[in-house]
């Protein structure tokens, strides 16, 4: 007879979190930030706030923020949804670049973030004194150094062959030949 038992025992779910995965969402990387699920819930909220607005839009004639009872421009209502808008989007790049400093957000997190922006994961890492060694820390699944192999890269005669390093030095070389 074989026994196992979890050494720890697994999160327990909030409401919401309860609700989403018995619908089938995903929410093991949690709910809010860059995750799967929020990515999920945020398009449909968005194509479903589309479609209303459209379908109000056809029905009564009136703009879109007739529907909040908006028909002609206000200033007060504007700036209320405008410091809505900002606070939110402030707060969640705050949030953001707070868990990536304190080594809480996952590596996969951070890899999704650098692949959005375009950013080099190592020197995104340099600039914003991420530590990624504490981040990796998620098991032997964890991603290799990174910047180990970028140095691994250097000293290897073929990279130093093939590679597109010297690229705008090769040019100019050829260019001083003609």
Excluded: H, Y
């Amino acid at each position: 007879v074989v026994r196992a038992r979890a050494v720890e025992e697994p999160p327990a779910l909030n409401a919401v979190e309860r609700s989403a995965r018995s619908m089938g969402l995903d929410t093991s990387e949690g709910v809010f930030g860059f995750t799967p699920f929020a990515e999920l819930w945020t398009g449909r909220l968005a194509m479903m706030g589309f479609t209303v607005g459209l379908a109000e839009e056809l029905w009564t004639g009136d703009g879109i923020l007739a529907q909040i009872g908006i028909a002609c421009p206000n200033p007060i209502a504007t700036s209320i949804l405008t410091l809505g808008l900002v606070g939110g989007t402030v707060a969640g790049a705050a949030k953001t670049l707070k868990s990536a400093q304190d080594g809480t957000m996952t590596m996969r997190t951070f890899k999704r973030w650098c692949d959005l922006l375009g950013a080099d994961q190592d020197e995104a890492a340099r600039a914003l004194s991420v530590d990624i060694k504490k981040m990796e820390r998620n098991g032997f699944l964890a991603p290799d150094d990174l910047a180990a192999i970028a140095e691994a890269r250097r000293s290897n005669p073929a990279d130093a062959v093939l590679s597109m390093d010297g690229k705008a030095e090769a040019m100019a070389a050829a260019a001083a030949m003609k």
